[in-house]
């Protein structure tokens, strides 16, 4: 049975009518209550140090209450306002050092859940002018950081999701190719790449060609599913804009054997949407599309479009699947 994990803080979205007297905004368990009430969904990420409290067993127990398991932690660098500059490649030793150590805690409280998954987004770590930084330095403080924190837990996976720019304007892990090269400059055997299928859209990546060569150079560790117009992190449902590429990509990485939670990372608070039903609405979908790609399977005359790479075959043959013909 596939498992689904859900993005924690998208269950804030249409606050007011789940909560019509609250006052600020709903707590990381609030929001995990609310999550829980979505059928099939059987996990949550949460954010470190946003969602955890010094007692991460504790956490674990309450959402465990609820129906719902913790699939991995996911690090936010938002505690000092220098790290806007960079988290591991600020220029000011003290604030990596920082960075790092906030990244170790975070490591072990996923250890403490017996969720042993961190994902690093990096997203403060890259410039926005010309001459702003020595790219060789950053580089270099960038992979140091990595295998630092990936050897302080060996048993912990570290799994590096990229992303082209946003917030800097350009990202030091902007892609895949740059990614794999980071991880393999780290050497560590526990890292791995999380792949966000709108973070792929628009660094103008395949998701499927993306994920086949992270199963060659790493390990997929995590799926990120939504969609969007390859211009931002538009976060829209699962399939919206992108149904055809959506099915390769799951019908490739399960081919490659992976086996983790498929990850919602949508906003449906940009559009007023209920996040109970959108969250729903995406189960739905990627359990369509995984029908549909035992049908890719069994295919024979798909297979022996793709071998010869025969576009209008292999359209004719999606298109039935997609149609249910």
Known sequence: MTR?????????????????????????????????????????????????????????EEIEAMGLGINGLAMRYYTNPAFKLGAFTHPDRAVRREAIDLTK???????????????????????????????????????SAIREVAEHAPDCMISIEYKANEPRSFALLPDVATTLLAIDEAGAPNLGVTLDFAHVLYADEMPAFAATLIARRSRLLGVHLN????????????????????????????????????????????????????????????????????????DNALHGAIATQNSPAAQRAIQRILAGA
């Open 227 to 298: 969609d969007g117009y390859a211009k931002r992190d538009d976060g829209l449902m699962v399939g919206s804009v992108h149904p055809q590429a959506t099915l390769e990509l799951l019908w490739r990485i399960r081919r490659d054997g992976y086996d983790g939670v498929i990850y919602f990372d949508t906003f449906p608070d940009a559009s007023g949407i209920d996040p109970v039903e959108e969250c729903a609405a995406n189960i739905e979908m990627v359990e369509r599309l995984m029908g549909m790609a035992d049908r890719v399977d069994a």
């Open 4 to 60: 689904f994990a859900t993005r924690l803080n998208s269950f804030a979205a249409k606050a007011e009518m789940e909560w019509p007297d609250l006052q600020g905004k709903p707590t990381a368990l609030m929001m995990a209550r609310r999550a829980a009430r979505v059928p099939g969904l059987t996990h949550v990420d949460l954010n470190y140090p946003d969602h955890v409290t010094d007692d991460p067993r504790a956490v674990k």
């Open 105 to 143: 805690r975070g490591i072990d409280a996923a250890l403490e859940m017996d969720a042993p998954l961190m994902t690093l987004w990096m997203g403060q770590d890259g410039f926005d002018y010309s001459f702003q930084g020595d790219y060789g330095q950053m580089w270099d403080d960038e992979v």
